[in-house]
């Protein structure tokens, strides 16, 4: 039919992603009435690279979002500490706080992911927001979105706010032009999970450094032990050169035995395929624009040693639920005031992160630290509260702090 146009879908709020960030935004926006749409590509949770490990201070968010201690039980499991182990042998033992307390809500936890996201996925539903399955953006142009053909409700949608939940690799961020390169250069990572044999078992989490990386174990609800493998430099070289079979099977074939670990690594049982990511760091210009604005990892993404993304992802997602709020009745600066405070909120905590990788780079740096914050008990608690974001990353900046770490 000549001059035949489809009609453009016209919806409140449009979310670019079903992740945790996304279905929080949804969850908090449809509980204010407001009409939300969530796209999500894919058609049913598969496993990604994403983060499992995360501190008391997510949980505690999970359960502001409507999550009950039932289902909190179900996806998170405690962890006593996370224990970081350096090539020489060094180890300290970071509490967040908790002195070991397994609870969850009051130390850190190792999270099913394939639990957890369509668990939230379902309150974003339970709390009034569309969930649109299967639904890939192909493009964007201000707050209009095209949907890949042959998926679900393939066609354009106008949004009066768009919002980019979609990752490190976001098409709303790109489509806005406001991408840049990652502060901390070209990092792989690679992740997926094995058997544990003693999943009633509490143990710590170990973070074991090696040179040009390190590899995260963090115990997980559903009986799996997570494996997070983060690659940089000669490493990451190495890599594209062998392959992410051999580079991951070297990585467990040098992980050190542990008394409470009771996992063979060398031998352990896979449970799922390998997943990468490359780069993982993501690092944008700003975070809205006329009628748009980027959360969770699609935000800004730094630092996955600290464990920090699940956490950052939903403060991101209540901070963007208010601009988002008062922008649809009016606010003309509500976006730039959630600009801001994402800023505020994180640019001390960036700047630890940046410090922390910039010790990791180097092996002497590394056990200098290592040494001192096994020796030191306050530093070391300090720590800790930093990295679980407990307290505000400036404690770890404060002249004071600095010098009792370093000193003699």
Not at 184 to 204: E, I, K, M, Q, W
Not at 233 to 239: D, K, M, N, P, S
Not at 354 to 363: D, E
Request: glycine share 12%.
């Amino acid at each position: 039919m000549t001059g035949y146009a489809p009609s453009v879908e016209e919806r409140e709020v449009v979310i670019a992603g079903g992740g945790p960030a996304g279905a929080a935004l949804a969850i908090e926006l449809g509980r204010r009435g407001r009409d939300v749409l969530v796209l999500e590509r894919a058609h049913e949770w598969r496993w990604r690279a994403c983060g499992v490990f995360t501190s008391p201070a997510t949980v505690r968010r999970l359960a502001r979002l409507g999550l009950s201690e039932e289902e909190l039980g179900a996806v998170a499991r405690p962890l006593p500490a996370m224990r970081v182990e350096t090539p020489a042998g060094t180890r300290f033992r970071l509490t967040y706080g908790d002195h070991g307390t397994a609870r969850p809500g009051s130390a850190a936890v190792g999270l099913d992911r394939s639990a957890l996201d369509p668990l939230l996925v379902a309150h974003a539903r339970g709390a009034g927001a569309e969930v649109r399955e299967g639904a890939a953006v192909r493009g964007v142009d201000g707050r209009r979105v095209t949907l890949a053909p042959g998926g679900s409700g393939a066609g354009e949608i106008e949004a009066r706010v768009l919002v980019g939940a979609d990752g490190i690799r976001s098409i709303v961020a790109r489509s806005a032009g406001v991408v840049r390169p990652a502060w901390l250069g070209d990092r792989v990572g690679l992740t997926f999970h094995v058997a544990d044999p003693s999943p009633a078992t509490p143990r710590d989490a170990r973070m074991v450094v090696f040179r040009d990386g390190y590899v995260g174990l963090a115990p997980v609800a559903g009986g799996r032990v997570n494996v997070g493998i983060v690659l940089g430099g000669r490493a990451a070289t190495r890599l594209r050169v062998e392959g992410a079979e051999a580079t991951a099977a070297a990585v467990l074939e040098a992980i050190p035995p542990a008394k409470d670990d009771p996992i063979d690594w060398p031998a352990a049982e896979r449970c799922d395929p390998i997943e990468g990511a490359a780069p993982i760091g993501h690092r944008v210009a700003r975070r809205h624009g006329s009628g748009w604005l980027l959360v969770g990892d699609a935000a800004g993404f730094l630092d996955p040693f600290t464990g920090e993304g699940l956490h950052r992802a939903l403060v991101s997602a209540s901070l963007a639920a208010d601009a988002v709020d008062r922008h649809l009745d009016g606010d003309t600066d509500a976006l730039a005031a959630y600009d801001r405070a994402m800023s505020a909120r994180f640019r001390s905590k960036d700047a630890v992160s940046l410090l922390v990788q910039a010790f990791l780079g180097r092996p002497a740096a590394v056990e200098f630290a290592a040494r001192r914050l096994a020796a030191r008990s306050a530093v070391r608690e300090t720590i800790g509260l930093v990295m679980g974001d407990l307290v505000p990353a400036s404690r770890a900046l404060d002249p004071r702090f600095v010098w009792e770490l370093l000193r003699p």
